[in-house]
């Protein structure tokens, strides 16, 4: 099993020393390290500083959002990032949600399945570069057909080469059918709330995953003697997602506790949190939820956990970093003694 250090995206200001901490994760063996967006800091630039700065580690966005650049915009970046870091690069993308894509984008949400698919096939296109691109699509249109075109659009090959024809993809994916569409089409699937103990859940989806295809979870890592308290970040987590990210009809992250049989749970967390009773919804979060998802506790019970991790399908645990500096470093290097 595989470590990746995530160091997500920026809040009120850059992460403290985020180009330390990448440095440090290459020089104890993690073989990846992730930058995410939102709706603030972008997934590319820190990893352009991280790729000037480093030498070995894989460089990988987690998530970048389909709905900020077009698939040739999208494919531009990485081939260039992937030139400037010897051929480190590997894209972790996702659809994101209504609110982000509505409300920050400006664009439609509208199929997102198939909205996944004709981007895919767009981008591989691009990085190939074995014809001018010509793509036709319910959602995207190379060269543009439609409203006010002007018919002096044509198919285009990107000017540079790519240093590889295919750089890797992974999709950030929560619903059966997204999940099933990364194992048919994608180099790997990143789920953000993932237990060893429940992976049968998805056995449907991935039935068609090849050999080598990538499974890099999200599992937060807390080391603490007292659980509760190591409990506690993880839960605060899961109540937002619950009621704070998503429609209230239509969450992706409750519909997906409902399939890991935490339905009437994540019910209720939801209705805590609508009626403004946030610190009771934390509360309201199972402990045995945030538990099966997360690496908790004093080490020797993080040490013992690990082995059903090691058991699962989960290729590559992705830890998320402290707010502490030296508390995220002390974190890495327990699990890389353990793990690399």
Not at 10 to 35: C, I
Not at 48 to 66: N, P
Not at 69 to 91: E, K, Q, V, W
Not at 301 to 307: A, D, H, K, V
């Amino acid at each position: 099993m595989k470590l990746g250090l995530h160091l997500g995206y920026w809040q009120k200001q850059p992460t403290d020393r985020f180009l330390e901490l990448a440095q440090a994760a290459e020089k104890m063996g993690f073989d990846s390290v992730f930058t995410a967006e939102a709706y603030g800091s972008d997934c590319f630039t820190p990893l352009a500083a991280i790729a000037a700065t480093t030498s070995k580690i894989r460089l990988c966005t987690g998530v970048m959002q389909l709905s900020a650049r077009t698939p040739a915009c999208a494919a531009m970046t990485a081939m260039t990032l992937d030139h400037l870091s010897n051929g480190r690069l590997c894209l972790g993308v996702g659809v994101s949600g209504p609110q982000v894509v509505e409300g920050w984008y400006g664009q439609q949400f509208k199929r997102p399945l198939e909205r996944t698919r004709e981007w895919l096939d767009i981008f591989q296109q691009v990085v190939a570069r074995e014809a001018p691109v010509e793509f036709h699509g319910s959602q995207y249109n190379l060269p543009y057909q439609g409203p006010n075109n002007l018919g002096l659009g044509k198919p285009l090959k990107s000017i540079t080469h790519p240093l590889r024809k295919k750089i890797p993809v992974f999709l950030g994916a929560e619903g059966p059918k997204n999940i099933a569409l990364a194992a048919e089409k994608f180099d790997g699937w990143m789920p953000i709330f993932v237990s060893p103990y429940r992976l049968n859940i998805f056995d449907e989806s991935l039935a068609n995953k090849p050999d080598n295809f990538e499974i890099n979870a999200m599992v937060n890592c807390i080391v603490n003697d007292n659980l509760e308290d190591a409990m506690y970040p993880g839960k605060m987590t899961m109540a937002l997602y619950l009621g704070g990210m998503g429609a209230r009809k239509d969450n992706f992250h409750k519909n997906l506790m409902g399939r890991m049989g935490f339905g009437d749970e994540a019910e209720k967390v939801q209705d805590l949190w609508y009626d403004g009773k946030h610190d009771e919804a934390i509360k309201a979060v199972p402990d045995a939820l945030v538990d099966e998802i997360s690496l908790l506790g004093p080490k020797e019970r993080i040490r013992e956990r690990l082995q059903d991790w090691k058991k699962s399908d989960v290729t590559t645990l992705m830890i998320g970093h402290r707010d502490h500096f030296e508390t995220s470093i002390d974190t890495m290097e327990f699990l890389a003694n353990e793990l690399v």
